[in-house]
Structures are given as C-alpha cells and as structure tokens.
C-alpha cells in the first residue's frame, strides 16, 4: 500500500510564526486529508482537499496540492501554544469504496511560548 | 452525540490471552475502521467495514478478526495476542452519502493503549 511522508519530522517554531509541513505521497488518490493528534488522544479532522483543487483555505489553516508531484503542504498561519501536535497527511485512493485512508508518519509540531 | 467511542481505554494482556475491543458510533456512518499506530508510526489499518454484516482487511490484518453485526458497533478481536500486537488502537467511522466519489472524512475514536506482556 502507499504511504505518506511528512516532511519534516519535527518542527520547533515560536508562537506567532507559521508554521509549513509537506507531504507526498505515491500513487493516484481521490483526496487527501490532514489530520491532527494531540498527545495521548485520537485524530481530528483538519482539512480535506480533493484531487481537482489546489489551494484550500480553512481559518489559519492553507492546504495546497500538487497531483504532479504528488505533494500537499498545510500552512499554520499565526501559530499559538494549543497547536502543539502531531499533523498526519492521509490519502484516499478508494476512487469512492470507502476502504480507508492511508497516512503518513507525521509531524510533531512544538510552538513555544 | 458522543461520536466515537471506545472500550476499553486501557489494557494489559498477557501472551496467548485472548480480548475484544469495541468500537461504537451514534451517528450512523456506514463505514467503519479499525488502526493501530504504533511509536513513530502513522496508523495502520487493520480492517474495514463498508456496512452491517460486512469486513475486510486492510494492511496488517494478520492475528485480528473483526465482527459488524450492528451498524452501529465494530469490535476488533485477538485470539491469541502476542507482544507485537502492543500498540494503540483506534476506530474510526465514517459516513456514506449514497453517491460515488464522496470524500471520506474520517471522526476518530480516543484510542485503546494495549500492551501484551
């Protein structure tokens, strides 16, 4: 199966600067969706940007995708302490079967005070 | 609603015990997913269900049964659990719009820390 790969592993930034992690990943997908994790809980949905898009725009959150390169990048704008996380990419290759989403290793994300 | 649930939160086995975990969701989702993430990793699938009375597997199914006989509930068994099965384990569901070419976001689950000793 294909896997996503976060780019960079980690990422230390101060409060109020952005904060910019990429993503790429394999083969053919129908979309790809960003997800975060804080620690010791389950993953929340960020953002999902379909295969035809190539900007999306949600609060302090741009995601961009490149089907070329098969690359997406999710831009924090403005980060604060409570974004403190792990960032996971996922995609979605079941072209509509639902058979879930394959994601990447993440990145941790640390905004210092 | 409460989403998606998870019981138990916590657990320890031993080699060769057997367990089940459930998942349940209160807002109907046709589909549902069980991963486990492991340190460092992002998560794996294990199986899947695309409706009541139906699974499949997914990238490392091996050791794991699952059953869906309500919609609403997916449970996840070991049989024989074994140290490399230590992981965190989460269930996710997911709806269906009727259509082709919908987008699967995916409302996750709190997790199940397992350790196998």
């Known amino acids: 199966s294909q896997q996503g790969e976060e780019d960079p592993q980690a990422l230390s930034i101060q409060e109020g600067e952005n904060a910019t992690m990429n993503c790429s990943y394999k083969t053919s997908i129908n979309n790809l969706q960003w997800y975060r994790q804080n620690s010791g809980r389950g993953l929340v949905h960020l953002i999902l940007?379909?295969?035809?898009?190539r900007e999306k725009h949600s609060g302090r959150l741009r995601v961009t995708l490149d089907t070329s390169k098969k690359s997406s990048s999710l831009l924090i704008t403005a980060s604060r302490a409570a974004d403190t996380a792990s960032y996971f990419c996922?995609?979605?290759?079941?072209?509509?079967?639902?058979?879930?989403?394959?994601f990447g290793k993440g990145t941790h994300l640390i905004i210092q005070p | 609603n409460a989403g998606v649930t998870q019981t138990p939160k916590f657990r320890v086995l031993k080699t060769g015990q057997s367990m089940t975990l459930l998942c349940a969701q209160d807002?109907?989702?046709?589909?549902m997913y069980w991963y486990r993430q492991d340190p460092g990793m992002g998560l794996r699938l294990i199986h899947y269900?695309?409706?009541?009375?139906?699974?499949a597997k997914g990238e490392v199914p091996d050791g794991y049964n699952v059953s869906r006989l309500k919609k609403q509930n997916f449970l996840l068994g070991l049989e024989s659990a074994a140290p490399s099965q230590t992981s965190v384990y989460f269930c996710?569901?997911?709806?269906?719009?009727?259509?082709?070419?919908?987008?699967?976001?995916?409302?996750f689950g709190p997790g199940t820390r397992l350790t196998v000793l």
């Open positions: 807002m109907n989702h046709e589909y």
């Open positions: 269900s695309v409706g009541e009375g139906t699974t």
């Open positions: 996710a569901s997911s709806s269906d719009s009727g259509s082709q070419n919908v987008d699967h976001e995916q409302f």
């Open positions: 996922a995609t979605d290759d079941s072209g509509g079967g639902a058979d879930g989403l394959t």
């Open positions: 940007i379909r295969s035809n898009e």
